[in-house]
Nanobody, 124 residues
Framework: QVQLVESGGGLVQPGASLRLSCAAS????????MAWFRQSPGKEREFVTA????????YYADSVKGRFTISRDGAKNTVHLQMSNLKRADTGDYYC?????????????????WGQGTQVTVSR
């Protein structure tokens, strides 16, 4: 059974940093694109960042460029999201996703596997 399990969320103040992790089990995702999406109350799930397996290229939403970094550890079947200079607008549930293809996508419908999410709250 394939599982993606996120961890690392929490309550932080604006300007702080957090590192989210996504541990995959049930199969090896080293040849699959993986991504992070987030969802705030009352809003649709939105793309945050993704990393391709074929090229290793990373893609970011404009709102997080320069502040967030996605990385993957193939040996540990894990993807990380390093978030710095967090803003209140970054508050939401963060979801890890994986797709069957090796090329990253910004579209939720392109990802077949999803985690349950980890909550990030940025507030004083």
């Amino acid at each position: 059974q394939v599982q993606l399990v996120e961890s690392g969320g929490g309550l932080v103040q604006p300007g702080a940093s957090l590192r989210l992790s996504c541990a995959a089990s049930g199969r090896n995702f080293s040849n699959n694109a993986m991504a992070w999406f987030r969802q705030s109350p009352g809003k649709e799930r939105e793309f945050v960042t993704a990393i391709s397996a074929t090229t290793g290229s990373a893609y970011y939403a404009d709102s997080v460029k320069g502040r967030f970094t996605i990385s993957r550890d193939g040996a540990k079947n894990t993807v990380h999201l390093q978030m710095s200079n967090l803003k209140r607008a970054d508050t939401g549930d963060y979801y890890c996703a994986a797709r069957e293809g090796g090329m990253a996508s910004m579209k939720t419908e392109m990802y077949e596997y999803w985690g349950q999410g980890t909550q990030v709250t940025v507030s004083r």
